[in-house]
């Protein structure tokens, strides 16, 4: 590939992004959902526009690490402490639920596969997908109609936090088993360890940047150091801990969170993402997406790739609301709160592809669940807060 057409596909990839990024707004569908049918369109399965190159591989990879690492940022560290024991179980039973359906819907269509095998691994790693949950779209819902500070509103927020972070500890442990030469104990001490080595550099790192947020508070170079501690912590997991870059990406977000600028540091890095690096990872996905071979039997498996997703989650996550005891009306509404997916179902997805765990057909069912539970989650929670409102805690 020549160098000078780099800026072609940029430009391309750009204004097709953000064009079906802004439609897909104004049609009360998720933006990156425009984003990567413009990736589809102007990829090879189509117009034929754009191709893959190392060049946006690599600019895709540091996109996600961004993404990952803004999510981190975002992350109310205390409102997690603090969401106690309720909102912890209804997260871990969002999570192995739809795992378990996840692993048991692959098996069901490829074969139950011995454990530690290829097969195995990528039957788990379906099952991983399907653990991310995306409220975005839920505390919109629940903000129009009045109730995102009710007690379900609370716990379905709480509970999605939690449920990022279990997701990503799974995922790490998925990662790691794959790989041939790990054995289970070494898989557990390096993500042991790599946690307790976050604990003692996230101490140091707080603190230095509380400093410096004292000392140059809202200049230009906090973002810039918090970028290098998203970095330096994404390359240490991947180098020398073998965890996912992204969960280190993530943790730098986390260890953030709390500082005065966390804020502006987020704010500073949403420009880069938005403008360039956002838009050509989920444009990557497009470009990656095959449809060529797209058959009647990953039609059947995306069906029931959705339905597990969504069922899973709803099942989940009622089952443990109602041991938690709230009312079976309470219960159903934080299954279906919490059964939208996003960006980190996409950021999975693109790292089981990085290490050989998923092939490029299976973005497909992704991108499907991605726009069905987007479309879904508002219509059923507007269904059940008209029949069952919270009066008490309405305003």
Not at 218 to 230: N, W
Not at 280 to 306: C, P, Q, Y
């Amino acid at each position: 590939m020549n160098s000078i057409d780099i800026f072609k596909d940029l430009a391309i990839i750009i204004v097709a992004a953000k064009f079906l990024g802004l439609l897909a707004r104004k049609l009360n569908a998720p933006q990156v959902v425009g984003e990567i049918v413009a990736g589809l369109l102007i990829g090879p399965s189509v117009l034929g526009l754009v191709s893959q190159s190392d060049f946006l591989i690599q600019m895709a990879e540091i996109g996600v690490i961004l993404l990952m690492f803004m999510a981190g940022l975002e992350t109310d560290f205390r409102e997690l402490l603090a969401t106690g024991k309720n909102a912890f179980l209804i997260a871990c039973a969002g999570v192995f639920v739809p795992l378990g359906f996840g692993y048991l819907l692959y098996s069901f269509f490829y074969g139950f596969a011995p454990t530690g095998s290829e097969d195995f691994y990528k039957a788990v790693f379906i099952g991983t997908i399907m653990t991310a949950t995306s409220v975005s779209i839920t505390v919109q819902t629940l903000r129009e109609l009045g109730f995102l500070k009710g007690r379900v509103g609370t716990t379905i927020l709480s509970a999605a936090i939690i449920d990022d972070v279990i997701g990503i500890i799974v995922l790490t442990f998925v990662i790691g088993f794959k790989n041939p030469d790990s054995k289970p104990s070494k898989v557990v001490l390096s993500t042991v360890l790599f946690f307790i080595f976050c604990i003692g550099v996230g101490y140091i790192a707080y603190h230095i940047f509380k400093w410096a947020d004292k000392r140059w508070e809202h200049k230009r170079r906090i973002p810039v150091l918090g970028l290098a501690l998203c970095l330096t912590m994404a390359y240490v997991a991947e180098k020398y801990f073998g965890i996912a870059d992204i969960t280190g990406a993530y943790v730098a977000g986390l260890i953030l969170c709390n500082v005065r600028d966390a804020d502006y540091i987020a704010e500073k890095m949403d420009i880069n993402s938005y403008m360039l690096f956002g838009p050509v990872f989920f444009a990557s996905i497009g470009l990656k997406t095959s449809i060529d071979s797209f058959s009647l039997g990953m039609l059947k498996f995306t069906i029931g790739f959705v339905l597990a997703a969504l069922l899973g989650k709803i099942i989940g996550c009622y089952l443990m609301s109602r041991l938690c005891r709230f009312k079976r009306e309470e219960s159903i509404k934080i299954g279906i709160g919490m059964m939208t997916r996003g960006e980190v179902a996409l950021i999975v997805s693109q790292k089981g592809l990085s290490v050989g765990l998923l092939t490029p057909n299976y973005f497909t069912p992704v991108i499907v669940l991605i726009m069905v539970s987007s479309i879904m989650t508002p219509i059923l929670l507007k269904i059940m807060y008209t029949k069952y409102p919270e009066a008490a805690t309405a305003k």
